[in-house]
């Protein structure tokens, strides 16, 4: 009696197309459940005068001269009692200094204060924006404090909006995604596969459940934390030399017990995150291996999985088995299920932005609508090449910090054993 000879290579392209298509359906499912338990900005109330607490706005800027006008007027327009905005110019060599002075000398207000502070030298054992963050909590005053970056632009309803959302959900950490500005294929290919990447990586669907300590978020865009609980962790202290300070920050308040509450952005809080492909990648070399925490042995375990799961589909189509090629084409269908994101509200009547803001911000604001409009599951067909960018960044920022032995940031080197160290 013969036995059929197995074939091997068959089992194996049809185990590698199935195991696909279950990554993808996977990733749907955790969209959909992500999409069902998040909020906009823009459905929170208005929360009223006598209920705003304390808040302190602090924004670092390094040579930030190129954008940071447009972002910290918008912070002036903001309507809000009790607001604290603290610019800490870290060390800029450009006109960052010159513009945060005039604008805090023109300004005059009885519910808004504008203070600058101005960092000349970096202590040892930190990180240039880590200190700046700190520097400006030590300074403020505020029951709550937001951490932002210097080329945020927000809406002048945005902060009653995000405290109302706090203080209804009762959250110590406040997370928003801003809406991010995209003009070009590649911003909006690259923007979308970071989006759906990191949704999944942070768990965004299991946020506010205190039983899930591994499913934390941080954002630098917008971090807004109760005093109370930065100051139990250890503030920035703690992340001194972390490159991911945003999201280890959440890390640590979410493991330490506190609330967190994640919501998406969109029109009140907006940001220009990046320029190009080549803004994407120089972006994300200086800290990709950093997210990986500086280990080989990830970089390669993400190598081999991004490899099978998110490019494998794309050539599946055309080579292979019928069975392989029909697992190929479900993972695509479901790639588009998972990129697809929530619908974005309506503004509410009255919340646009008023004529006396700028004609950059007004420009954002236009900006910002056409990319509202994206049909974001046709990128769905192009992930596999965003795959290809992100592969290639990681090896990039992979290589060369180990190459250069540590990360130059804004004019600073750090070494990588002293960032090894600092690893939250």
């Known amino acids: ?37 998040l909020s906009w900005l823009d459905d929170a109330r208005k929360a009223g005068d006598d209920e705003c607490p304390a808040l302190s706005v602090i924004v670092p800027a ?21 607001l604290e905005i603290i610019a800490v110019n870290d060390r800029s060599t450009d006109d960052t200094g010159i513009i945060l002075e005039r604008l805090a000398n023109d300004h005059t207000s009885p519910v808004t204060a504008l203070n600058v502070c101005t960092v000349k030298t970096l202590p040892p054992g930190w990180l240039g924006k880590n200190h700046a963050l700190a520097t400006g909590a030590a300074a403020s005053r ?6 932002t970056d210097a080329d945020v632009v927000f809406r002048p ?14 959250a110590d950490h406040l997370v928003v995604a801003p809406g991010v500005i995209l003009t070009g294929f590649w911003e909006r290919l690259l923007v979308c596969y970071f989006a759906v990447m990191f949704s999944l990586r942070c768990r965004t669907w299991e946020i506010d459940d205190p039983d899930k ?65 080549s803004g994407f990648v120089n972006g994300l070399t200086k800290n990709f291996f950093a997210g ?43 790639m588009m299920v998972a990129v697809t994101p929530p619908r974005r509200p309506e503004s509410p ?44 960044t990681m090896w990039r920022s992979a290589v060369l910090t180990e190459k ?9 080197f750090y070494r990588l054993e002293d960032l090894k160290k600092g690893v939250v």
């Open 142 to 147: 505020g029951e709550f404090l937001l951490f």
């Open 62 to 82: 390094c040579n930030e001269a190129a954008v940071i006008e447009p972002a910290m007027r918008s912070l002036l327009a903001i309507d809000y009692p009790h």
């Open 292 to 334: 990986l925490e500086y280990e080989w042995t990830t970089v390669i375990g993400v190598t081999l999985f991004i490899g099978v799961a998110h490019i494998l589909p794309a050539p599946g189509l055309f080579w292979g088995t019928r069975f392989s090629r029909l697992c190929c084409a479900g993972a695509m269908a479901a």
């Open 404 to 412: 250069r032995g540590g990360v130059e940031w804004r004019g600073t």
């Open 157 to 170: 309803d945005a902060l009653r909006r995000a405290a109302a959302a706090a203080l209804d959900r009762k």
């Open 213 to 277: 300590p591994d499913s934390y978020i941080g954002i630098g865009a917008f971090n807004m934390v109760r005093r109370s609980a930065y100051d139990a962790i250890g503030g920035h202290e703690r992340l001194r030399l972390e490159v991911a300070d945003d999201l280890k920050l959440g890390k640590l308040l979410k493991q330490a017990g506190f609330r967190q509450l994640y919501v998406l952005g969109g029109d009140p809080v907006k940001v220009r995150w990046v320029e190009g492909l």
């Open 349 to 392: 009547v009255g919340t646009r932005w008023p004529d006396e803001l700028s004609t950059q911000q007004r420009a954002l604001q236009g900006a910002w609508e056409r990319t509202a409009r994206t049909p974001w599951a046709l990128f769905a067909l192009c992930f596999p090449l965003a795959a290809g960018v992100w592969l290639y």
């Open 1 to 37: 009696m013969k036995f059929a000879r197995t074939n091997w290579k068959t089992v194996t392209v049809n185990a590698l197309a199935l195991a696909t298509l279950g990554v993808w359906l996977g990733a749907a499912r955790a969209a959909r459940r992500s999409g069902r338990s």
